[in-house]
């Protein structure tokens, strides 16, 4: 079966860097996205990345903080998360999608999320 588990999530400050991780397990996917949900929030679409990497997202909150990247040989998914603040605090969900997409709508495995909380 189709798994995506993340890792790396822990409390930081403000200013700070973390590098969260996604090993997907069973197949590749067109699209890798990481989402993040607040307390009280929708959940949103922080950064994709298709497996050719030839497609980026960012959302314009994190533009030019935050990084996706991909090792396709691994199956694995990173977002390495510079300058961070605390609206950045929120569980970071990994996502995969067999279609080059930004639509959380198309995503079709999810993992458990891990919780990233900085402090001010």
């Known amino acids: 079966q189709v798994q995506l588990v993340e890792s790396g999530g822990r409390l930081v400050q403000a200013g700070g860097s973390l590098r969260l991780s996604c090993a997907a397990s069973g197949r590749a996917f067109s699209s890798y996205g990481w989402f993040r949900q607040a307390p009280g929030k929708e959940r949103e679409l922080v950064a994709s990345?298709?497996?050719?990497?030839?497609?980026?997202y960012y959302a314009n909150s994190v533009r030019g903080r935050f990084s996706i990247s991909r090792d396709n040989a691994k199956n694995t998914v990173y977002l390495q998360m510079n300058s961070l603040r605390p609206e950045d605090t929120a569980v970071y969900y990994c996502?995969?999608?067999?279609?080059?997409?930004?639509?959380?709508?198309?995503?079709?495995?999810w993992g458990q999320g891990t919780q990233v909380t900085v402090s001010s």
């Open positions: 996502a995969a999608s067999s279609a080059v997409t930004t639509s959380d709508l198309l995503y079709s495995y």
């Open positions: 990345v298709t497996w050719s990497g030839s497609v980026v």
